[in-house]
């Protein structure tokens, strides 16, 4: 079970990178001095990859979870 932990972990550090790239990517769109609809399209292009990360990042932690639980 101690392969589930570290597979949980791994998924999680991927699901956090796509989190902060988020970030990063609204950021620079927000710079960027976009009209209201030019930023409305790239905030729609990157909200599915921010949600996505975030499920990442929680199917990660749940499989540290139950690693943890069934060692």
Avoid: C, H, Q, Y
Wanted: proline residues 1%.
């Amino acid at each position: 079970m101690e392969l589930l932990v570290w597979i949980g972990a791994g998924i999680s550090v991927v699901g956090l990178i796509g989190i902060v790239w988020s970030i990063f990517a609204v950021a620079s769109a927000r710079k960027a001095g976009l009209d209201d609809d030019a930023l409305r399209a790239r905030m729609s292009r990157i909200l599915p990859i921010n949600i996505g990360a975030l499920l990442l990042s929680i199917l990660g932690l749940l499989l540290v979870l139950v690693g943890v639980i069934l060692t």
